[in-house]
């Protein structure tokens, strides 16, 4: 298969053709529009090395995401950033090419944090082997990791190395009836102390935590904060956004920001996760008003569902930064091969 790749890529080059790199389709929705005609990676697929020991897995990109989840699940382990899928078909190049994490993140790293390494074949239709299977510091700048959230504008994933984790020994749920205010300030206060959190939600009057480690741990922390058991079901919806918030038909926001940055106060409904770092809004607001807010709190927007898949999904970079961001795509895909303009215009 990763021959028939190779040539198809290659075939693009000499026709001048543009590719539109697709796995599951589950992530179809985000991002910018983009035309092209379809380089399927859904064959691609199978575990390559996995030695539970060594809490490292190395997959062909179109490997499914919930093969890999349900074989880590099976020794105990676990992707550390919780990533969504959105879809059953969704994929290990998809996962990596979105670069969106779940519920645990503040807690359990990035996406990018998991990368060790990746195969890679770039716009001139060649393979490059980029980072490795080993966690250790690197030599200068780790170009695996720019992959990720480059929604495959660099290249074609072929085969990617992630760290895992041990599952926790405990885990449960908590339910607190608190308005968005009173939870902020009670999530500040938590995080100053060494409680094992692993996610929360706000949302319509209740704030939802979970606890994640050691028995001893968890129960200890169960008793010093109260609340009521609530249904650790909770997070996979979030995660997945089945819950009945993001079903609405406006425009979602995705608003990152600073934890303790205050409310929003913008027109909509809202949802806060990540200790108040991500921030879900529902509003018909005029993109650069909502924009203008956000970057006076220090933190930026992103468009990310219920669009026409055109003009400024992600936030505008700054002239300098746009500059680097097109030196990268040149050196990777100078003939403008892969996704054009899913992530920005021109890129």
């Known amino acids: 298969m990763e021959d028939v790749l190779i040539e198809r890529v290659r075939q ?26 379809a380089l399927d990676l859904s064959a691609h697929r199978g575990v390559i090395a996995y030695e ?60 990018r944090d998991a990368v060790l390494g990746v195969k890679l074949l770039n716009g001139r239709g060649e393979v490059l082997r ?50 968005a205010e009173a939870a902020a300030t009670r999530l500040v206060e938590w995080g100053r102390r060494p409680l094992p959190l692993s996610a ?58 600073p934890p303790a940055a205050p409310a929003l106060s913008l027109p909509g409904e809202q949802l806060s996760e990540w200790g108040g770092a991500q921030r879900w809004l529902v509003s018909d607001l005029a993109a650069d008003t909502l924009r203008r807010r956000v970057a006076a709190l220090g933190g930026h927007a992103t468009l990310f569902r219920n669009h026409d898949g055109a003009g400024a999904i992600f936030p505008p970079l700054a002239p300098t930064l746009l500059a680097l961001h097109r030196r990268v795509k040149q050196a990777l895909d100078p003939h403008g091969l892969f996704n054009p303009g899913r992530l920005y215009e021109g890129l």
Request: proline share 6%.
């Open 130 to 179: 980029l980072g490795g299977q080993v966690m250790k510091n690197v030599a200068g700048y780790d170009l695996s990791r720019l992959m990720v959230g480059a929604l495959g504008t660099l290249g074609v994933l072929l085969e990617v190395s992630l760290k895992v984790l041990p599952r926790p020994a405990e885990e449960i749920t908590l339910d607190f009836a608190l308005d």
């Open 200 to 257: 929360t939600l706000v949302h319509a009057g209740r704030l939802h935590v979970r606890l994640s480690g050691s028995t001893q741990g968890v129960r200890a922390a169960r008793q010093a904060l109260g609340g009521e058991p609530g249904d650790d079901a909770i997070w996979r919806a979030a995660r997945e956004q089945t819950l009945a918030f993001f079903q609405d038909p406006r425009p979602l926001w995705r608003v990152s920001l």
């Open 52 to 111: 539970p020991s060594e809490l490292v897995i190395t997959a062909r990109a179109g490997t499914p995401l919930a093969e890999i989840e349900a074989l880590l699940a099976d020794n105990g382990q676990m992707l550390p950033f919780e990533p969504p899928h959105f879809s059953a078909r969704s994929t290990l190049g998809g996962m990596v090419a979105a670069g969106l994490s779940g519920p645990r993140r503040p807690w359990g790293g990035s996406a």
């Open 12 to 37: 693009a080059i000499a026709d001048g053709t543009r590719l539109r790199i697709q796995g599951g389709g589950g992530k179809a929705f985000y991002g910018r529009r983009c035309d092209g005609e």
